[in-house]
T-cell receptor, first 108, second 110 residues
Framework: NAGVTQTPKFQVLKTGQSMTLQCAQDMNHNSMYWYRQDPGMGLRLIYYSASEGTTDKGEVPNGYNVSRLNKREFSLRLESAAPSQTSVYFCASAGTEFFGPGTRLTVL | QKEVEQDPGPLSVPEGAIVSLNCTYSNSAFQYFMWYRQYSRKGPELLMYTYSSGNKEDGRFTAQVDKSSKYISLFIRDSQPSDSATYLC??????????FGTGTRLQVFP
């Protein structure tokens, strides 16, 4: 039972590049979330998925897209990365009870 | 005004001390209150979860919610160096859209 896993752990992008952050959970939870964490700002909700096939915007969705591929997987895509998206990204499941280890993203 | 306010610290206490961590929130409609612990370069882990007002105890940890003053607290008794971490409060109308405080960094020294 791995819980919530995220890949990659670290990533450096140049402005304008795209990438997808992957998240998977093996606990059969319906709800999954993407947060970003920035110094002095706390954790802020980007998108969430209450169940397979549904997604909803959170507090800071601009510049991001998500896909709930199946019940296990919820991916976050940056289509054209900007320096303002430099952050630590966390995936969570089950009413935010379980968090993944995070992805540290730097956009140059 | 932020919806959830939390003193960033750092808070430095000796081992064995009682620690009090606090948050204030602005929306009286919030019903769910959580405390998370986050070690450096790790994901947050849920410590305590309270619905509505009152106290909840789990081992050395006690969570308190005072809805009349919109104040939430986490008390840690007999603090240990292993408690050194950042503590995040969070609240919401429901469990889908939590609003987090910025976190308080706690250092417990031997």
């Amino acid at each position: 039972n791995a819980g919530v896993t995220q890949t990659p752990k670290f990533q450096v992008l140049k402005t304008g590049q795209s990438m997808t952050l992957q998240c998977a959970q093996d606990m059969n939870h319906n709800s999954m979330y993407w947060y970003r964490q920035d110094p002095g700002m706390g954790l802020r909700l980007i998108y969430y998925s209450a169940s397979e096939g549904t997604t909803d915007k959170g507090e800071v969705p601009n510049g991001y897209n998500v896909s709930r591929l199946n019940k296990r997987e919820f991916s976050l895509r940056l289509e054209s990365a900007a320096p303002s998206q430099t952050s630590v990204y966390f995936c969570a499941s089950a009413g935010t009870e379980f968090f993944g280890p995070g992805t540290r993203l730097t956009v140059l | 005004q932020k919806e959830v306010e939390q003193d960033p610290g750092p808070l430095s206490v000796p081992e064995g001390a009682i620690v009090s961590l606090n948050c204030t929130y602005s929306n009286s409609a919030f019903q769910y209150f959580m405390w998370y612990r986050q070690y450096s370069r790790k994901g947050p882990e849920l410590l305590m979860y309270t619905y509505s007002s009152g106290n909840k105890e789990d081992g050395r940890f006690t969570a308190q919610v005072d809805k009349s003053s919109k104040y939430i607290s986490l008390f840690i008794r007999d603090s240990q160096p292993s408690d050194s971490a950042t503590y995040l409060c969070a609240t919401s109308y429901n469990t889908d859209k939590l609003i987090f405080g910025t976190g308080t960094r706690l250092q417990v020294f031997p």
